[in-house]
């Protein structure tokens, strides 16, 4: 399928098409034998025609000129822009019948001051007029996609990875974007929606009718007849443009051309330009921008842009539009952005056209990569890569937490032997409790940390590879989405640490639950009074075996002892080495129940680690994947 670029400007229309997944650059599509054509459109015998075939000379009626500009204010432009989109879409099909069945996606500029709302609008109307599944973007981040991918323009992608601001001079809105590390910040797109190289047009001839002989009468030709104000002005943009095409050439030699206007009776209008009249036009106030002269408007635009951009002044400035030709606002740009290499399109009128093409393929490779993240993060493959290895934590969580419960056994006990525990019954109270805040503290969070963050890496270097393979699929740089580099980028929390977190909160509760019965029934088990193997009856008969069993008798001695106060001269008898010793006999035994414990799909532990695994990754990829949008590549 092939992505179709259609920059429709106030001045003139370009149009490029981008091969699917191609490494050559966006083709421009001739119409009627040009790159670029002009924004006009009327209608002959019936007939929607567009360009130079929309001229009053050849008999065309109805026609109009500069209909986007004046989109937001003047509900004709609507139907103006829609017939020349229509327009547009049958001389391309005439140059290729089974061009838009081809077209997985229509990408159309728009001013960055338009919002969604007007964006939306802006391509149903496209749609209506025959172009499919159109999507609008503004025309400044085309320009900076178009300079970031261009091979011709030679710009060292190291200065577009640092600070950047393009600015797209049109014919009706002049656009910034401004780009800093490859993303576009939040509040990145401005300008002004009423600054154009088409306010000079105006001006141009204005000031020719004014000089005029027959001036008089072709201002009433002009007031009476849109078609001849159309053709006139065309004429006075396309003075213009040959003006600043050679500036040097015609600086003392002033560029002439007469026009014959044929309404009532035959008239002569002299268009001219030369280097007096142009700092005249633009010093002079102009009631379209509020009384204030094309210059000064644009000096504040730039000014806004310093503003805007001080923390990090752009490495580069990029210019595009066609009126980025005119040398005066270069020197502007140049005097306010002293520092940086001012990049000049060698195409402007075709820039945006192709950089909108290289929208299309790259927000559709996004669209996939994230689609794609979504399904690995929160899908069956994740679930597939955790069920697969979990067991790999079995070993070292249950090592961890018998070495936690030998010392929550020893605090508890001591604290029986001084008498700060009344009875055995007591003491299997506290130890529960005990036992349940330390597998949850801090202490084994960090025990834990070596084997869960080696568990980790293996996980993510699996889950890696296939996001790596996916980046190089969507053109994305594998670097930006490295899960095993995640935790030390500045301002994110991480995978790992988000994992120890979530192990902590969620996962870790999850474990004492399972685990507490087992070390319960170990430790507290045993017909009520085992501590350890056989509770803590075992350990006081491994203290002080003879001297017990002879006051009490064994047998009536489990039954009695939870709720007898043993003496505090007995308790001392229970030495620590005793308590660890008969603990240490039962460490395999406790470690197998914790394992086949953590493994009973009844218990649901890889299952939360799942779902806990999959929250956190699934939120760091997508931050990921947003921060990589302006670092795809083609």
């Not at 590879?465 to 594998?478: D, E, F, K, N, Y």
């Not at 047998?555 to 003496?567: D, G, N, T």
């Not at 008898?573 to 006999?585: D, H, I, P, Q």
Request: negative net charge.
């Amino acid at each position: 399928m092939k992505v179709l670029g259609f920059d429709l400007g106030d001045g003139e229309s370009a149009v490029a098409i981008l091969e699917d997944q191609s490494t050559v650059e966006p083709r421009v599509i001739s119409i009627d034998g040009r790159s670029s054509i002009l924004s006009a459109v009327g209608e002959r015998d019936g007939q929607i025609v567009i360009g130079d075939e929309a001229s009053v000379l050849l008999g065309t009626e109805n026609t109009r000129v500069r209909f986007k500009s004046r989109y937001l204010t003047d509900p004709e432009a609507v139907v103006d822009i829609r017939r020349f989109a229509q327009g547009m879409v049958r001389a391309l099909a005439k140059n290729d019948v089974g061009l838009m069945a081809e077209i997985s996606a229509t990408i159309v500029g728009c001013p960055a001051g338009w919002g969604e709302h007007r964006r939306e609008q802006y391509a149903a109307l496209m749609e209506s007029a025959g172009f499919p599944n159109v999507n609008v973007v503004p025309e400044s981040r085309a320009a900076f996609m178009y300079v970031r991918h261009a091979r011709g323009l030679h710009v060292d992608p190291s200065l577009m990875q640092h600070s950047a601001i393009v600015i797209d001079i049109g014919s009706s809105t002049t656009d910034f974007a401004y780009i800093v590390d490859g993303h576009q910040q939040n509040l990145s797109l401005f300008g002004d929606t009423n600054l154009g190289g088409g306010l000079l047009d105006e001006r141009i001839l204005a000031r020719c009718i004014e000089q005029s002989r027959d001036k008089k009468a072709l201002e009433r030709v002009m007031r009476e007849s849109p078609a001849w104000y159309s053709y006139c002005e065309l004429e006075a943009r396309r003075i213009k443009e040959q003006y600043f095409l050679n500036e040097e050439k015609w600086r003392d030699m002033p560029l002439k051309k007469r026009v014959i206007v044929c309404y009532d009776e035959t008239l002569s209008l002299e268009l001219h330009m030369d280097a007096q009249m142009v700092d005249e036009l633009i010093h002079e106030p102009m009631g379209a921008i509020g009384g204030r002269s094309f210059a000064k408007c644009f000096e504040d635009a730039l000014n806004a842009a310093v503003k805007v951009s001080r923390d990090n002044p752009p490495r580069v400035v990029i210019l595009t539009g066609g009126a980025s030709r005119m040398t005066f606002l270069q020197e502007m740009c140049k005097k306010a952005f002293g520092e940086s290499l001012l990049v000049m399109c060698p195409e402007p009128e075709c820039s945006i056209a192709r950089g909108l093409a290289y929208c299309g393929r790259i927000d559709d490779n996004l669209r996939e990569f994230r689609r794609e993240v979504a399904s690995i993060a929160k899908g069956e493959s994740l679930s597939a890569q955790v069920n697969g290895s979990v067991h790999e934590l079995y070993s070292p969580i249950a090592k961890v937490l018998y070495e936690s419960a030998v010392e929550s056994v020893i605090d508890t006990v001591n604290l029986w032997k001084r008498g700060g525990i009344g009875t055995i019954e007591e003491l299997d109270q506290i130890l529960e409790t005990r036992i349940a805040k330390d597998f949850s503290g801090e202490k084994v969070k960090r025990n834990l940390e070596a084997s869960i963050r080696l568990w980790l890496d293996n996980l993510m270097h699996a889950l890696e590879s296939q996001l790596t393979s996916l980046c190089i699929r969507c053109g994305v740089p594998p670097e930006h989405m490295s899960l095993t580099n995640a935790h030390i980028e500045p301002g994110l929390e991480g995978v790992e640490l988000s994992l120890m977190d979530a192990m902590g909160m969620d996962v870790i509760s999850g474990i004492m639950g399972v685990v507490l019965a087992v070390i319960g029934a170990a430790i507290c088990g045993g017909g009520g009074v085992a501590l350890v193997g056989t509770g803590p009856i075992g350990m006081i008969t491994g203290a002080a075996a003879g001297l017990l069993i002879a006051l009490i008798g064994k047998a009536p001695l489990e039954k009695a002892i939870r709720s007898v106060r043993i003496p505090l001269l007995l308790r001392q008898m229970v030495t620590e080495k005793a308590v660890r010793r008969g603990l240490s006999r039962q460490e395999k035994d406790i470690e197998t129940e914790i394992i086949s414990a953590l493994a009973d799909p009844k218990n649901g532990f890889s299952s939360r680690l799942c779902a806990s695994l999959a929250a956190t990754l699934g939120v760091q990829m997508e931050r990921m994947a947003q921060d990589a949008e302006m670092s795809i590549t083609a």
